[in-house]
T-cell receptor
Framework: GQNIDQPTEMTATEGAIVQINCTYQ??????LFWYQQHAGEAPTFLSY????GLEEKGRFSSFLSRSKGYSYLLLKELQMKDSASYLC????????????FGTGTRLLVSP | DVKVTQSSRYLVKRTGEKVFLECVQD?????MFWYRQDPGLGLRLIYF???????EKGDIPEGYSVSREKKERFSLILESASTNQTSMYLC???????????FGQGTRLTVV
């Protein structure tokens, strides 16, 4: 079966650092994506990890541990505009490849 | 810039109506997807297509069908709309499964 877990909601303060965790159990693994979705808008791509380790991209970093079925998205120097939902998605293999999404984490950044 | 365009932002339909949701992408992507997004349930895959005239069922295909006659266009069809199909529908395309997916703006469908 497919199972992707993320916290439902998180709050943080402007300028702080926040870590959003994602654990997964899927039938096959071909990489993990993070997307950002502002309310009423389409999801937009943030990162893709297929090998273990940390990928840094400006204020955002994403980490993957395949043996633990675990990833996190790290957001530094939080800004108000970072208030959004963050979606973890796993590319599966076997049969046909597809992208399976978690339920998303809503992040609220306060002044 | 990749563009994925969905034909409507908002739709209101009556129970039992046949509903067509259209999606067009302009980047010659092989893969196209239809998801629905509901609070607390996240994005759930309805159908996807990896080539013209090819389609695969996703996790929740019941009550839906799809059509891909041209590479750039992927249509979602609700054969007989029901109130439990009230949702946000998102179309996406990607070059391959391991490359980023580009999403349309979504269609908020209300079935009354």
């Amino acid at each position: 079966g497919q199972n992707i877990d993320q916290p439902t909601e998180m709050t943080a303060t402007e300028g702080a650092i926040v870590q959003i965790n994602c654990t997964y159990q899927t039938s096959g693994f071909n990489g993990l994506f993070w997307y950002q979705q502002h309310a009423g808008e389409a999801p937009t791509f943030l990162s893709y990890n297929v090998l273990d380790g940390l990928e840094e991209k400006g204020r955002f970093s994403s980490f993957l541990s395949r043996s633990k079925g675990y990833s996190y998205l790290l957001l530094k120097e939080l800004q108000m505009k970072d208030s959004a939902s963050y979606l973890c998605a796993v590319a599966t293999i076997g049969g046909f490849q597809k992208l399976v999404f978690g339920t998303g984490t809503r992040l609220l950044v306060s002044p | 810039d990749v563009k994925v365009t969905q034909s409507s932002r908002y739709l209101v339909k009556r129970t039992g109506e046949k509903v067509f949701l259209e999606c067009v992408q302009d980047m010659d992507h092989e893969n196209m997807f239809w998801y629905r997004q509901d609070p607390g349930l996240g994005l759930r895959l309805i159908y996807f297509s990896y080539d013209v005239k090819m389609k695969e069922k996703g996790d929740i295909p019941e009550g839906y069908s799809v059509s891909r006659e041209k590479k750039e266009r992927f249509s979602l069809i609700l054969e007989s709309a029901s109130t439990n199909q009230t949702s946000m529908y998102l179309c996406a395309s990607s070059l391959k499964t391991t490359s980023e997916a580009f999403f349309g703006q979504g269609t908020r469908l209300t079935v009354v």
